[in-house]
């Protein structure tokens, strides 16, 4: 005897098939963030028209990209079940974020020192701080796209692999502009935005695993 429900599922089955386009390597998918450094650096120029134009500081920023680069490369293999990183590799990439972005300011810091104009401590460091949120943040749902187009198991660390790399380039993109390299100023608002984009990335991640489990729920 032929079991109708289970041939009526085979029929819902290859309907619904169709070809899937396999995902390119993580490493050329990374490369989306070039292009978007570039856009942000372009809106930055109508609005800021005065860049920095000395060759450490364009080299910091370019080493701070290339970092970010790392990051979302190591995330977006996340998203790939089989290929994703080990805790250490995890540990290896913040502490590498963290050395990046602390030791390029620090250098600028050493070589040329430039303070905050007295009394305009917390303007200039709002403006910084909003700044890279405008461009880092974008730059995490992007990334979070592409990661959610495999099927990373680890939704939340997909995230904040993402926001890392997001937070650290907007640094980048950022310090072509922004000449202020005291210490307080750095952390405040350099650094600082760079932990509030990874944590965005990781309650993106969180949100999508929710989702996930919610869905399984419902087809069960």
Known sequence: MVDV????????????????????????????????????????????????????AWTLGALQMLVAYAILWVGL????????????????AALVATLAVGGANALLLYLRPMGVPA???????????????????????LGFWLAARGFPLRPAVAGVLGGLSAGVAASGVWSLFCPLN?????????????????????????????RRRRARRDLS
């Open 77 to 92: 293999r996340e998203a790939v079940p089989g290929q994703g990183p080990g805790a250490p590799a995890l540990g290896l």
């Open 119 to 141: 009394g305009m401590d917390w303007r200039f460091a709002v403006h910084c701080f909003r700044i890279e949120l405008l461009l880092g943040l974008p730059a995490v749902a």
């Open 5 to 56: 429900s289970l041939e009526k599922l085979k029929a819902e089955v290859a309907r619904d098939l169709a070809p899937v386009r396999p995902l390119r390597p993580a490493w050329v998918r990374a490369l989306i963030l070039l292009p978007c450094a570039v856009l942000g650096f372009g809106l930055l120029a109508l609005l800021f028209p005065r860049w920095q134009l000395n060759g450490l």
């Open 182 to 210: 005291d210490l307080p100023h750095l952390l405040a608002s350099h650094i600082g935005p760079i932990g509030v984009v990874a944590f965005a990335g990781f309650l993106t991640g969180s949100w999508w695993a929710r």
